[in-house]
């Protein structure tokens, strides 16, 4: 029987444990190996941005932003770094919102605990849904529908209207 998604997550932060245990940016980690999240949905990337699918979403198109070089919170950024996030963010989050048909698109980063790496994730909020914080803390549930979620935001972002 294949493993549960619950069971997938929690030997995945096991073993971010003990990499930070270690000293080990684990998202440095994972961008080298592809050892903890190398099944992700890609919606795209170049050298200095990965853009996925969150894995364990807490809704239809929760998506991550990771900036590659390592940067703890958004207060190690240049300004110039900051601006190409940004920029980048607001390039998902229209995609999202044409793709998807999102009403809003939250973002939120949370770059807490030892060993942080800057990712910003991109929530989306659709036509009934709850307004305000509370998507930050919706229930996960494993991510269905990847393949077609991505290509759907990957030709948004090419078309690039």
């Known amino acids: 029987m294949s493993e549960d998604w619950r069971e997938r997550r ?22 080298r190996t592809g050892e903890l999240f190398g099944d992700q949905q890609v919606v795209c990337e170049d050298d200095l941005f990965r853009v996925v699918l969150e894995p364990y979403p807490r809704m239809r198109g929760h998506t991550i932003v990771v900036y590659k070089p390592h940067r703890e919170d958004l207060s190690e950024l240049s300004e110039e770094e900051a ?30 605990g030892g060993i942080n790496h800057l990712h910003l994730q991109l929530l989306p909020r659709y036509h009934g849904d709850p307004i305000g914080s ?12 990847g393949p077609r979620t991505a290509r759907l935001i990957r030709a948004e972002l ?3 209207r």
Request: proline fraction near 1%; hydrophobic fraction near 40%; include cysteine.
């Open 10 to 31: 929690e030997r995945v932060a096991r073993r971010v444990r003990e990499l930070r245990e270690q000293g080990v940016c684990y998202t440095c980690h994972d961008l």
């Open 158 to 160: 090419r078309a690039g």
């Open 134 to 145: 509370g998507r930050f803390v919706a229930e996960r549930g494993p991510l269905t529908d």
């Open 83 to 112: 601006a190409r996030v940004f920029q980048v963010c607001v390039l998902v989050v229209r995609a999202i919102k044409r793709a998807l048909g999102a009403e809003k698109v939250y973002l939120n980063t949370m770059c807490d």
